[in-house]
Each structure stands twice: as structure tokens, then as C-alpha cells.
């Protein structure tokens, strides 16, 4: 049997996926701007064997329902949103083997920084870090960056691509392993021959650097991807060692993991690469009456306005627009296209109301809801891993902490008991401990490639030996 692998979805805001629950007289989200916050969640997701920690980002505010920010500010919907980025060293300083999954959007920075602190973060953690690759889907991201608009949904993975060969070139090829030699007699502490320079100039960056920093215990951190539609896949069968998705049935689920691994075989890696990742929400108590008296009691405080604050930037339509009772209407456009093909794919054989999308999106995003004892919330995880293929999934808070602490101390000891969870971690890096094939990336990898395309440029110099 397949071990089901857990991590848990949070962001550096106030009610991440649960509109109006940081109202709850037991939620503490509104803490997240302390680092006390912080450390005990992550103490907490170590005791539970959580793989990672995935910090979900964005960088601009919801401000397409009402064609206005207020509602998003009104509803705290993922703002304020503080940077996560920050939060990562003080959490790998009282954890041991927890990973962290930074979301940062590569359309709004160079990638000569970024590279020198995703290696930062990964010798600070010890080899612990990994990065969701987004290229953001909010004007008001754009526009907040000097753009007059956000660039169309497959440019902006056309100007992924360029970045990722960039972000390789820095990574794998700058420095040699034996570059660092720390010779306290020579007198020496890098030699200048095992250190190369990397040049680039593409259509949308421009690059003549060597890495600052000096190979970190991964060198690439993990690669994590989480966009869905057809070119999301693509992009995440080239690069992605685990892909987040979400969906509202088990056949939706099967069918996109099908087909990510389709895109991942094609660019001839193995057939388990990349483990992908579903979005859950539970909601559990040692009986059933007792969680589904929780849930209840959690509805009581959901905000309809935030749900579709939350849904209006994730899909780009003004549900404000839209009366409660009229249905949800197919549209494309340059938002999360994966999306909008789910509105109309909640259940083919019934037309969604606004209403009622947005009570589903209330508690757990566009993912779903488990409600249940232990049992048969075991039980349901169990039946979509079967049913789906995926392997495992990003776990989000309907209240914090709360929801979290009742999924170790209730559901991790039953999948335990079933022999579906692991009872240790395994050593070594986050890398490491998913895959078991060492701390740097696969030799199939298309960054191997990749960085060694970029040494072979007409203008480069200092080629490796």
C-alpha cells in the first residue's frame, strides 16, 4: 500500500482558505504576524510526521469582485499578507526534518536574487526547502510592479521556462562541488578555477553573473508547481518534483494526475515522478455526532463575500456582479484557468449557483471537505488515493490551530494503525526524505540540461572543465 503523505497549506495571512473563520472564538490566525505562531505550528506539524510545510503567497490584493479592494480587506481575505519568506529560518530553528514550501511568483523578480535566497534558505534549513513556482494570476500584482497589466496565461509560463534555465545555470552549474575548499594554511577559501559564470541573454532575462552563493545541501530546492490547466501541466511535467492540485471529485483528481504523469513520462522521467498532492480540508472529532456538530458550529461564522472575494481573484469574474441564486457562467481568461474549468465540473449533472459555489468554496477553497470520525475519515483519504492515484495531500485550516492539532493527534495515529503513514522520518534532506534517491536532483531532470546549455552560449566565458 501506497504511504499517504501529508503536508499542511498555509500563508502568512489572516483565514488562508476559510472566508470569515478567523471570527471563530477558537481561531488564532490572527496571530500569524508573530513568530510564536509560527514556531508552535511548526512544532506541532513535526510531531505529526507532516513532510512539509507548503506557504502559499501572492503578491497583489483580491480586487476583481466589486472591481475594489474593499471586500477583500472588509473579509481578510489573504490580506494583510505578510512575506513567508521570513518565517522559514525561525521554524527550521526548533524543527528538525519538517520541509518548507515557499511560494514565490518568478514574474516579479529577477532570478539573480531569488536564486541566492531560495540557497540561502536551503543552508539555513539544512536542506529542508522547497519552492512552488507560480507565475501569478492578479492584475493588481502587475500593476503594483509598474505594469499596466499582467502578462497572458501562457507567456507567462513561455517566461517561466527562461527563468528555470536561468535559476539551474545558477544553481547546478556556477559552482563546482569541490569549489570551497576552506584551506586555513593556503590561505584560500574558494578556488576561483571551480567557480563559473553564467550568461544568459533571452527574450525576457538578461543574466551575467556568477551565484553568490556556494553549493547549498540541495543546490535546486525541491520543485513544487501547482497550476492545472493544460499548460501548468506541461510546465510541471518538465520541471516539477510534486504538483498541487485541487478539485471537487475523485474523477477530476484521476484525470489530472493522469495526465501530469502523462507530460512527466514524455519528457522521459519515471513514471512516480512527480508525487502530486490534493487539496483537503477536515474537519474531525472522536465521533462523528462530535464533528459533525464542529462543522456546523463553523459554518456559523463563514462570509459568503469573502469566499467570492477569494473566487473573483482566483477565476477573474466579478461574482458582485451576480445575484446569489443565478448560475455560475463558463468563461476563460487570463486568471487560473484550471479554475474555471472546474465551475463548470463540480457535478456535470447540476448548474452551480453563485450562492452555492460559494459555499463550497467557504471552508476549503476549491478543494474538498472530509467531515467525520477518525475512521471514516481514514477511510475516505484511503478511497481517494485509490481512486485518484495522487500521492497525498496539502492539507488545509478551517480554524487554526485547531484544525491542525485535531489532524495529529486524531487522524495521523488511525493511518498509522493502518499502516499508511510513516511512524519516523527518514534522514537527510527534504529531497531525500520523498524520495530516497539523495539530496540533489534525478540525472533524468531537465535541469541537468539546462545549465549545461547555458555554459555552451556563443558569449560565454569561463566555461567548465
Given at each position: 500500500?501506497?504511504?499517504?503523505?501529508?503536508?499542511?497549506?498555509?500563508?502568512?495571512?489572516?483565514?488562508?482558505?476559510?472566508?470569515?473563520?478567523?471570527?471563530?472564538?477558537?481561531?488564532?490566525?490572527?496571530?500569524?504576524?508573530?513568530?510564536?505562531?509560527?514556531?508552535?505550528?511548526?512544532?506541532?506539524?513535526?510531531?505529526?510526521?507532516?513532510?512539509?510545510?507548503?506557504?502559499?503567497?501572492?503578491?497583489?490584493?483580491?480586487?476583481?469582485?466589486?472591481?475594489?479592494?474593499?471586500?477583500?480587506?472588509?473579509?481578510?481575505?489573504?490580506?494583510?499578507?505578510?512575506?513567508?519568506?521570513?518565517?522559514?529560518?525561525?521554524?527550521?530553528?526548533?524543527?528538525?526534518?519538517?520541509?518548507?514550501?515557499?511560494?514565490?511568483?518568478?514574474?516579479?523578480?529577477?532570478?539573480?536574487?531569488?536564486?541566492?535566497?531560495?540557497?540561502?534558505?536551503?543552508?539555513l534549513t539544512q536542506g529542508r526547502i522547497g519552492w512552488n513556482i507560480v507565475t501569478g494570476y492578479l492584475n493588481s500584482a502587475a500593476k503594483s510592479t509598474g505594469r499596466a497589466q499582467q502578462s497572458s496565461h501562457d507567456v507567462r509560463y513561455e517566461m517561466a521556462d527562461e527563468y528555470m534555465q536561468i535559476v539551474y545555470g545558477l544553481w547546478e552549474g556556477s559552482w563546482a562541488d569541490d569549489a570551497v575548499r576552506r584551506?586555513?594554511?593556503?590561505?584560500?577559501?574558494?578556488?576561483?578555477?571551480?567557480?563559473?559564470?553564467?550568461?544568459?541573454?533571452?527574450?525576457?532575462?538578461?543574466?551575467?553573473?556568477?551565484?553568490?552563493?556556494?553549493?547549498?545541501?540541495?543546490?535546486?530546492?525541491?520543485?513544487?508547481?501547482?497550476?492545472?490547466?493544460?499548460?501548468?501541466?506541461?510546465?510541471?511535467?518538465?520541471?516539477?518534483?510534486?504538483?498541487?492540485?485541487?478539485?471537487?471529485?475523485?474523477?477530476?483528481?484521476?484525470?489530472?494526475?493522469?495526465?501530469?504523469?502523462?507530460?512527466?513520462?514524455?519528457?522521459?522521467?519515471?513514471?512516480?515522478?512527480?508525487?502530486?498532492?490534493?487539496?483537503?480540508?477536515?474537519?474531525?472529532?472522536?465521533?462523528?455526532?462530535?464533528?459533525?456538530?464542529?462543522?456546523?458550529?463553523?459554518?456559523?461564522?463563514?462570509?459568503?463575500?469573502?469566499?467570492?472575494?477569494?473566487?473573483?481573484?482566483?477565476?477573474?469574474?466579478?461574482?458582485?456582479?451576480?445575484?446569489?441564486?443565478?448560475?455560475?457562467?463558463?468563461?476563460?481568461?487570463?486568471?487560473?484557468?484550471?479554475?474555471?474549468?472546474?465551475?463548470?465540473?463540480?457535478?456535470?449533472?447540476?448548474?452551480?449557483?453563485?450562492?452555492?459555489?460559494?459555499?463550497?468554496?467557504?471552508?476549503?477553497?476549491?478543494?474538498?471537505?472530509?467531515?467525520?470520525?477518525?475512521?471514516?475519515?481514514?477511510?475516505?483519504?484511503?478511497?481517494?488515493?485509490?481512486?485518484?492515484?495522487?500521492?497525498?495531500?496539502?492539507?488545509?485550516?478551517?480554524?487554526?490551530?485547531?484544525?491542525?492539532?485535531?489532524?495529529?493527534?486524531?487522524?495521523?495515529?488511525?493511518?498509522?494503525?493502518?499502516?499508511?503513514?510513516?511512524?519516523?522520518?527518514?534522514?537527510?534532506?527534504?529531497?531525500?526524505?520523498?524520495?530516497?534517491?539523495?539530496?540533489?536532483?534525478?540525472?533524468?531532470?531537465?535541469?541537468?540540461?539546462?545549465?549545461?546549455?547555458?555554459?555552451?552560449?556563443?558569449?560565454?566565458?569561463?566555461?567548465?572543465?
Amino acid at each position: 500500500m501506497k504511504e499517504i503523505r501529508l503536508n499542511a497549506f498555509d500563508m502568512n495571512c489572516v483565514s488562508h482558505q476559510a472566508s470569515g473563520l478567523w471570527r471563530h472564538p477558537r481561531d488564532r490566525s490572527d496571530q500569524y504576524h508573530t513568530l510564536q505562531y509560527w514556531t508552535d505550528l511548526a512544532c506541532t506539524l513535526e510531531r505529526g510526521l507532516f513532510d512539509a510545510l507548503f506557504l502559499a503567497d501572492v503578491l497583489g490584493i483580491y480586487d476583481v469582485y466589486g472591481a475594489s479592494p474593499d471586500a477583500a480587506l472588509r473579509n481578510a481575505a489573504q490580506v494583510p499578507v505578510n512575506d513567508p519568506a521570513m518565517l522559514i529560518s525561525a521554524m527550521a530553528s526548533v524543527t528538525r526534518n519538517l520541509g518548507f514550501g515557499l511560494t514565490a511568483t518568478l514574474s516579479y523578480e529577477h532570478p539573480f536574487p531569488f536564486a541566492r535566497r531560495m540557497s540561502t534558505l536551503d543552508h539555513l534549513t539544512q536542506g529542508r526547502i522547497g519552492w512552488n513556482i507560480v507565475t501569478g494570476y492578479l492584475n493588481s500584482a502587475a500593476k503594483s510592479t509598474g505594469r499596466a497589466q499582467q502578462s497572458s496565461h501562457d507567456v507567462r509560463y513561455e517566461m517561466a521556462d527562461e527563468y528555470m534555465q536561468i535559476v539551474y545555470g545558477l544553481w547546478e552549474g556556477s559552482w563546482a562541488d569541490d569549489a570551497v575548499r576552506r584551506d586555513r594554511i593556503s590561505g584560500v577559501f574558494t578556488d576561483p578555477s571551480k567557480v563559473h559564470r553564467i550568461r544568459h541573454d533571452g527574450k525576457y532575462f538578461t543574466v551575467d553573473a556568477i551565484h553568490l552563493s556556494e553549493p547549498s545541501p540541495q543546490r535546486t530546492p525541491v520543485l513544487f508547481q501547482a497550476g492545472a490547466s493544460r499548460r501548468g501541466q506541461q510546465f510541471a511535467g518538465m520541471h516539477a518534483e510534486c504538483v498541487f492540485i485541487a478539485g471537487p471529485s475523485k474523477e477530476i483528481i484521476h484525470k489530472t494526475v493522469a495526465s501530469i504523469r502523462k507530460q512527466a513520462m514524455m519528457q522521459g522521467r519515471r513514471s512516480d515522478e512527480p508525487l502530486i498532492f490534493s487539496l483537503l480540508t477536515i474537519v474531525t472529532a472522536p465521533t462523528r455526532e462530535e464533528a459533525l456538530a464542529k462543522y456546523e458550529d463553523y459554518r456559523q461564522y463563514i462570509s459568503l463575500e469573502g469566499a467570492l472575494t477569494l473566487l473573483s481573484g482566483w477565476t477573474g469574474i466579478d461574482f458582485a456582479q451576480y445575484h446569489h441564486d443565478e448560475p455560475v457562467r463558463h468563461v476563460r481568461n487570463d486568471a487560473i484557468n484550471s479554475a474555471i474549468d472546474s465551475l463548470t465540473i463540480l457535478n456535470p449533472d447540476k448548474i452551480w449557483t453563485v450562492g452555492e459555489l460559494a459555499r463550497h468554496a467557504a471552508i476549503g477553497g476549491m478543494g474538498i471537505t472530509i467531515v467525520g470520525s477518525p475512521t471514516e475519515v481514514a477511510d475516505q483519504m484511503e478511497a481517494w488515493m485509490e481512486e485518484t492515484g495522487i500521492d497525498g495531500f496539502n492539507l488545509a485550516y478551517a480554524v487554526a490551530p485547531e484544525t491542525f492539532e485535531d489532524i495529529v493527534d486524531l487522524i495521523i495515529p488511525e493511518l498509522q494503525k493502518r499502516g499508511r503513514y510513516k511512524t519516523a522520518y527518514q534522514k537527510g534532506t527534504l529531497r531525500q526524505k520523498l524520495f530516497g534517491r539523495g539530496d540533489r536532483l534525478d540525472s533524468t531532470h531537465v535541469s541537468h540540461e539546462s545549465h549545461c546549455f547555458l555554459h555552451q552560449l556563443p558569449n560565454a566565458k569561463n566555461p567548465p572543465d
